[in-house]
Structure formats: C-alpha cells, structure tokens
C-alpha cells in the first residue's frame, strides 16, 4: 500500500502591471513614504494608491515590515551554515528555526540538505550556536560554516 501525496493547489501567480512595481519600488525605497508622496511619483491619486496598497498586501503580494541592522544590534558576526540531515528535513528545519540566533532557514537541492542563516555577536558565540543549538537539533548529521567577511548587497528586489 502506498501513501497519497496531496499537493496543495499554488495560488494564481500575481501579475504587477508598472503602477504596482513603482509603488513597490517607492516602498523598498523608503517604507514610511506617505501615500501622498507615492501618489506624485507614480502618477496617480492618493486614493488610488492607498486602494493599490491595501490589495498589495491583502493579495500577500507584500509585506510591510520594520527590517533591522544587526550590526546596529551588536551582531557583528554573520555566517551561513549547511547542514547536512537525516530523517525528514521538514521537522529538522522546523527545529533549526526554534534557535534564537538564527535569522533564515531553506532546505535546499545540492550539497546540503538545509541553509541556515545566523547572526551573532562574535566568533564565542558563533561557536556557542552551533554546538549547543545547531549542532544537538535531532537529525543534523554534520555542519559546515560559512563566516560572512563582507557582505556586498542584500535586497528584496522582486516587483521592481
């Protein structure tokens, strides 16, 4: 007997005509613009805008949210780490994401079977993180750090 595999239906990829990519641009520019300072921009009315928005976000086509700087934050030291795995990488990734540290969780194709993301004060608490979080997560066989020396872009381009 084998078990069924139900694939949930992918909503309908949202199609952005230029209005909706400028006043995305506008908002990954600057996220506090006023609608009004949108409205001039894009060429249309504030009320328009606001509409734009609001479907934007109730379509989850975009999120509106604080983004912070974690050197501002005192985490100097930012690294990648693969994670090699057994068992069901779902449940290990759900696991991975339960540590404080650690900001990005993708299971991937390839050399590794899972990404981790993790920023943290210096190369002590680095290690800290991975032998007593990454490192004792059920199903995590074996680890490789990637320390990140200089980070040259980071962006949330889609849309534009």
């Known amino acids: 007997m084998t078990a069924e595999i139900r694939h949930r239906p992918l909503p ?3 199609a952005l005509d230029d209005p909706a990519r400028r006043i995305i641009a506008q908002l990954q ?3 506090r613009r006023s609608y009004a300072a949108i409205a001039k921009s894009v060429g249309l009315s504030e009320a328009a805008v606001r509409q734009r928005i609001q479907r934007l976000v109730d ?3 975009i999120r509106i949210v604080a983004v912070t700087d974690p050197h501002a934050l005192g985490l100097r030291r ?3 780490v693969g994670v090699r795995a057994d068992g069901d990488l779902r449940t290990v990734a759900d696991r991975l994401v339960e540590v404080e540290e650690v900001d990005d969780v993708v299971i991937t ?3 590794f079977d899972l990404l981790v993301a993790v920023s943290v004060a210096d190369d002590d608490h680095l290690l800290r993180v ?3 979080g990454i490192r004792r997560v059920v199903g995590v066989r074996e680890t490789e750090t990637f320390v990140y020396l200089h980070q040259s872009k980071h962006t949330y381009p889609w849309g534009q």
């Open 12 to 14: 309908p990829a949202a």
């Open 29 to 31: 520019a600057d996220g």
């Open 59 to 61: 379509s989850g086509v």
């Open 78 to 80: 930012q690294a990648m």
């Open 109 to 111: 194709a390839g050399g």
């Open 130 to 132: 991975l032998d007593e």
